[in-house]
């Protein structure tokens, strides 16, 4: 697993039934738009993640309509499980694990 991947699955992880936009998704993860794209596509074909086209009306919006990423239940697994082994394998932690009283690590 590619520190890439970590970094967009612990974004993702952090609220795992949350649907995000590619855009959102790469300024989060701290990732360009060429590398987060290829990564979602592979993790869609995976079944790591789901993508779907917002219900919106662009001209309503003022904006074009987006597509939403999720997590899959199997990729919430998964990632969790992959995440952790990188984890262990570098000796540093993501930040998966439960938080502390008051949001903040």
């Given at each position: 697993m590619?520190a890439?991947?970590v970094a967009?699955?612990?974004?993702?992880?952090?609220?795992?039934?949350?649907?995000?936009y590619?855009?959102?998704?790469?300024?989060?993860?701290?990732?360009?738009?060429g590398?987060?794209y290829?990564?979602?596509?592979?993790?869609?074909?995976?079944?790591?993640?789901?993508?779907w086209?917002?219900d919106?009306d662009?001209?309503?919006?003022?904006?074009?309509?987006?597509?939403?990423?999720?997590?899959?239940?199997?990729?919430?697994?998964?990632?969790?499980e992959?995440?952790?082994?990188?984890?262990?394998?570098?000796?540093?932690?993501f930040?998966?694990?439960?938080r502390p009283?008051?949001?903040?690590?």
């Amino acid at each position: 697993m590619t520190a890439q991947v970590v970094a967009l699955l612990g974004v993702m992880l952090d609220d795992p039934t949350q649907a995000r936009y590619g855009l959102e998704l790469a300024r989060a993860a701290k990732l360009y738009t060429g590398t987060l794209y290829p990564l979602l596509s592979r993790l869609e074909r995976a079944g790591w993640l789901e993508s779907w086209w917002e219900d919106v009306d662009p001209s309503a919006a003022g904006r074009p309509r987006r597509r939403l990423y999720r997590l899959t239940p199997t990729g919430r697994v998964a990632g969790r499980e992959g995440v952790q082994k990188r984890e262990k394998s570098l000796g540093v932690g993501f930040g998966l694990g439960p938080r502390p009283a008051g949001g903040h690590a």
